[in-house]
């Protein structure tokens, strides 16, 4: 008899009880299902469906095609009872796509222009991908949608699309959808002007009364034109002779970036393992991780005589190389891969950080860093950084409305 299949693709006004109506009428039959899809966009319902003539029924090859037709005429029957469209197309083989060629794109935008979707979509097309399906993962604050295809591995279309990005203005991850990509995730995020809007160097130094001059050698420092190191001994250097109650007032004045709180508690809900790894000082932001249910925290300590700032730092340095290998020792620790590890930074001194990780993102970043990353988020929201994982908006608030959370942005 050979495989006798037929594809029905329905469209039309969603309603309950649709499904269930259509696969009623194919139960007379001899028949399995091999394929199902089903989307339903502002109350607009698309569902395809790969049926096939049983091969342990014994029909002859004609017997199969009459299996088939009456099965098409039972199926546009009902649809147009409930007034839907209906296509059918016989002879449609099963898709054998292996594992390794499946991938997801996330694309997001503030807006999101039609020219970027047809860039990304060109893309994928020209190494021999297919995209699947396109959903939608959030509406706000950015737009962001999902592309899941066949047929290429994400790394060859990571460099073209990272051009994309440049070019359309627009945020694009690129990941794998294997079963190896599954399992507990480290994320190890930057502070200063990442998880938080200010650069904690700048406001102990206002409290100093050397504020111009410390924040010129920060900019300088982050954007890679001085050693991260000099630049930071530098700095504390001129907060010498500081009454250490500033810190209190300095932890006090810290600014969470917006969607900060949102993406610790998503990940932290999902099992995810939150590390934060400064250049910063951890006199400041051991309080705010405790807050944010961080599990670990690796940053410079200053040193306080007398109730004062000293001028010095006490322990090992963590620079650029310091949060690198901060990032490995963890995730050794923990034996977590490098293709479960995801570093999100500002500045120059993490370049090392995501470069060492599997997804390395650069947030609302310099220059330096962008060229250095696998993928940029270019919107004032932390919790942007969960739609490159695939996680969306839905997901984020009915979890929050299970757990009776209410909170704003940040």
Known sequence: MGNKTLLVTINGADRPGVTRSLFESFSRYPVHVIDMEQLVVRGRLILVFLIAVNEDSNLSTEQADDVLHEART????????????????????????????????????????????????????????????????????????????????????RRSLAQVSVDCGVDISVQDVDLEARGQYLVVMDVDSTLIE???????????????????????????????????????????????????????????????????????????????VSGGFINVIAPLADQLGVSEVRANTLEIRNGK??????????????????????????????????????GANDIDMLEA???GVAFNAKKVLKDHADTSVNVPYLDSVLYLLGITRDEIEASDARHGMHESKA
């Open 74 to 157: 039972a199926v546009r029957m009902i649809a147009s009872q409930m007034d839907l469209e209906v296509s059918t197309v016989p002879g449609v083989a099963e898709s054998l796509i292996s594992a390794s060629d499946r991938f997801q794109v996330i694309l997001m935008g503030s807006p999101l222009s039609p020219e970027a979707v047809t860039q990304v979509s060109a893309t994928i097309a020209k190494v021999g991908g297919n995209i699947d399906r396109i959903h939608r993962i959030a509406a706000y604050p950015v737009t962001a949608i999902r592309l899941e295809g066949s047929g290429a591995h994400p790394d060859a279309m």
């Open 309 to 346: 700032l000293t001028g010095k730092l006490i322990g090992p340095l963590i620079d650029g190389k310091g949060k690198r290998l901060a990032l490995e020792e963890i995730a050794k620790r923990h034996a977590i891969p490098r293709r479960r590890i995801i570093a999100i930074g500002d």
């Open 357 to 359: 990780a599997g997804l």
């Open 198 to 276: 200010d650069e904690v160097v700048d406001l102990l130094a206002n409290n100093a009364g050397v504020g111009p001059e410390v924040a010129a050698i920060t900019e300088r420092a982050m954007a890679g034109e001085i050693d991260f190191a000099q630049s930071l001994v530098a700095r504390v250097e001129l907060l010498a002779g500081l009454d250490e109650d500033v810190l209190t007032s300095v932890r006090e004045a810290i600014r969470l970036t917006p969607g900060a709180r949102t993406l610790c508690r998503t990940l932290n809900r999902l099992g995810y393992r939150i590390v934060l």
